[in-house]
């Protein structure tokens, strides 16, 4: 009996170093293996981008030759990183580029073109909430808007959706209050010129998480605050998002599950059936970038984060990077080690007065959750934030019914374990970094080893 050939499906990516190519590729390579199929990874950079004032990547362009290879006899699918390949050029020639792959079955990732199978975002609901919220709970009147190039799908929706909030709320948009930029941080120019047009903003809507965190490194270099000054919202939810400082809020838009989704679209596509383009949802996330609160009543406020289903849901909430990564198992551990730990806090809640075995059990169930690595996949500042709701709430009833300084050493010494495992991860990363940088610096000196060496050869 003949043995049936392996699927080879492509991913077609501009570059492989940031953090939202990296995190749809993950989303496809977990998907391939978990369908057992072949993945080639094709980075070919951008199509048209202008070098000339970048003498360090003038040769970046040769990069494109990788879409040669993209052939039907080399591929059986492809999975499409359009927008991200085209956004220094226009629609009419990244549509020329994917005519070259018009017999090869493939879906296109977080864009939208006429005549294609595609899976992109809601650019709607999570923008929508979050610029309500400054508008209704901050009092946000003066708002702008740095965006992307708009032939690109997601830049020009997430736009549109400013527009139209904007206009819900009867807010006006003068032609200065938006400024578009290339999608990165490194657009310093761009951030200068709409800060100095926009000196009495308030709050400002980024299209993505990597122009917001350039928008306030320029705006921290002229003594301004995000989150007091200026309110900053983005877009993405990427890691650096949750660890910069002030934490950037911003819309949670699941890149791992949109490389998931277009590979399972492509092997439907191959598999006969009938594929058509779809929507994932998205959720607002906020953080400090979107100011703090005033002290709130933390007994009716906190008490409800030690419900079952808000427990469920907070897990989630801290958790999103366990989801399609191919880590159900390490998933399931930390999922266990912090449901444990909520029980035994909602039984220090629920005791009446002092109980130093139960408290033994609290700070025990603390190092079990942090021994679980728990620290590796959570959103510090969103889980900060069930902590501090908790202590709070516990604190309160405590002052009112005896055993106030017990709890209070009990949650000073988790905090105590937080920083101490934050700390233990920091080194982790330095450890891993020193040796990358040691293991490059090896690459380089083996590349200048050379056998009879002259001028030409070190040019």
Same mark, same amino acid.
């Given at each position: 009996?003949?043995?049936?050939?392996?699927?080879?499906?492509?991913?077609?990516?501009?570059?492989?170093?940031?953090?939202?190519?990296?995190?749809?590729?993950?989303?496809?390579?977990?998907?391939?293996?978990?369908?057992?199929?072949?993945?080639?990874?094709?980075?070919?950079?951008? @199509?048209?981008?202008?070098?000339?004032?970048?003498?360090?990547?003038?040769?970046?362009?040769?990069?494109?030759?990788?879409?040669?290879?993209?052939?039907?006899?080399?591929?059986?699918?492809?999975?499409?990183?359009?927008?991200?390949? %085209?956004?220094?050029?226009?629609?009419?020639?990244?549509?020329?580029?994917?005519?070259?792959?018009?017999?090869?079955?493939?879906?296109?990732?977080?864009?939208?073109?006429?005549?294609?199978?595609?899976?992109?975002?809601?650019?709607?609901?999570?923008?929508?909430?979050?610029?309500?919220?400054?508008?209704?709970?901050?009092?946000?009147?003066?708002? %702008?808007?740095?965006?992307?190039?708009?032939?690109?799908?997601?830049?020009?929706?997430?736009?549109?959706?400013?527009?139209?909030?904007?206009?819900?709320?009867?807010?006006?948009?003068?032609?200065?209050?938006?400024?578009?930029?290339?999608?990165?941080?490194?657009?310093?120019?761009?951030?200068?010129?709409?800060?100095?047009?926009?000196?009495?903003?308030?709050?400002?809507?980024?299209?993505?998480?990597?122009?917001?965190?350039?928008?306030?490194?320029?705006?921290?270099?002229?003594? @301004?605050?995000?989150?007091?000054?200026?309110?900053?919202?983005?877009?993405?939810?990427?890691?650096?998002?949750?660890?910069?400082?002030?934490?950037?809020?911003?819309?949670?838009?699941?890149?791992?599950?949109?490389?998931?989704?277009?590979?399972?679209?492509?092997?439907?596509?191959?598999?006969?059936?009938?594929?058509?383009?779809?929507?994932?949802?998205?959720?607002?996330?906020?953080?400090?970038?979107?100011?703090?609160?005033?002290?709130?009543?933390?007994?009716?406020?906190?008490?409800?984060?030690?419900?079952?289903?808000?427990?469920?849901?907070?897990?989630?909430?801290?958790?999103?990077?366990?989801?399609?990564?191919?880590?159900?198992?390490?998933?399931? %551990?930390?999922?266990?080690?912090?449901?444990?730990?909520?029980?035994?806090?909602?039984?220090?809640?629920?005791?009446?007065?002092?109980?130093?075995?139960?408290?033994?059990?609290?700070?025990?169930?603390?190092?079990?959750?942090?021994?679980?690595?728990?620290?590796?996949?959570?959103?510090?500042?969103?889980?900060?934030?069930?902590?501090?709701?908790?202590?709070?709430?516990?604190?309160?009833?405590?002052?009112?019914?005896?055993?106030?300084?017990?709890?209070?050493?009990?949650?000073?010494?988790?905090?105590?374990?937080?920083?101490?495992?934050?700390?233990?991860?920091?080194?982790?990363?330095?450890?891993?970094?020193?040796?990358?940088?040691?293991?490059?610096?090896?690459?380089?000196?083996?590349?200048?080893?050379?056998?009879?060496?002259?001028?030409?050869?070190?040019?």
């Amino acid at each position: 009996m003949k043995q049936q050939k392996k699927i080879t499906i492509g991913l077609l990516v501009s570059g492989i170093t940031d953090a939202y190519t990296e995190t749809v590729a993950r989303g496809v390579m977990h998907a391939a293996r978990k369908a057992n199929v072949n993945l080639v990874l094709m980075p070919c950079k951008y @199509l048209d981008r202008d070098l000339s004032q970048q003498p360090e990547i003038m040769y970046e362009y040769q990069y494109n030759t990788i879409l040669a290879y993209a052939r039907r006899e080399n591929l059986d699918g492809l999975v499409i990183m359009a927008d991200c390949i %085209g956004c220094h050029t226009t629609k009419e020639r990244l549509n020329q580029m994917l005519q070259e792959y018009r017999d090869i079955p493939s879906v296109l990732v977080a864009s939208k073109m006429e005549g294609y199978v595609g899976v992109s975002y809601d650019n709607y609901a999570g923008i929508k909430e979050g610029l309500e919220f400054l508008i209704n709970q901050r009092g946000c009147k003066k708002f %702008g808007m740095i965006g992307g190039p708009l032939d690109n799908t997601d830049a020009f929706e997430r736009k549109r959706t400013f527009d139209e909030v904007m206009e819900a709320h009867r807010i006006k948009i003068e032609a200065h209050n938006y400024a578009e930029g290339n999608l990165s941080r490194y657009t310093t120019d761009v951030f200068q010129t709409f800060l100095n047009n926009n000196p009495d903003v308030e709050a400002v809507f980024c299209v993505n998480d990597d122009t917001a965190m350039g928008l306030c490194e320029e705006m921290k270099k002229r003594g @301004l605050t995000p989150g007091k000054d200026i309110y900053v919202l983005g877009y993405d939810n990427t890691e650096l998002a949750a660890r910069m400082r002030p934490s950037l809020s911003t819309v949670w838009a699941d890149s791992n599950s949109l490389g998931v989704r277009g590979l399972e679209m492509v092997l439907d596509m191959l598999a006969g059936k009938d594929v058509s383009s779809e929507v994932l949802a998205t959720q607002f996330i906020r953080r400090e970038t979107f100011g703090t609160d005033k002290a709130e009543g933390y007994m009716g406020d906190g008490a409800r984060y030690l419900d079952m289903r808000e427990i469920e849901a907070s897990f989630y909430d801290i958790f999103y990077r366990c989801q399609n990564e191919g880590m159900e198992e390490k998933a399931e %551990g930390i999922r266990k080690a912090y449901y444990a730990l909520m029980e035994k806090v909602a039984q220090l809640f629920e005791k009446d007065g002092v109980d130093a075995k139960l408290q033994g059990e609290v700070l025990q169930s603390i190092d079990r959750f942090f021994a679980s690595n728990a620290l590796d996949y959570a959103d510090v500042e969103r889980m900060m934030f069930y902590f501090e709701k908790i202590c709070n709430m516990i604190a309160a009833i405590r002052m009112r019914h005896g055993g106030y300084e017990e709890s209070q050493a009990v949650f000073a010494n988790a905090y105590r374990k937080i920083v101490d495992a934050m700390d233990a991860r920091f080194v982790t990363m330095k450890v891993e970094d020193d040796a990358m940088n040691y293991a490059l610096k090896l690459f380089v000196n083996d590349s200048m080893q050379f056998k009879n060496g002259n001028d030409e050869s070190y040019t």
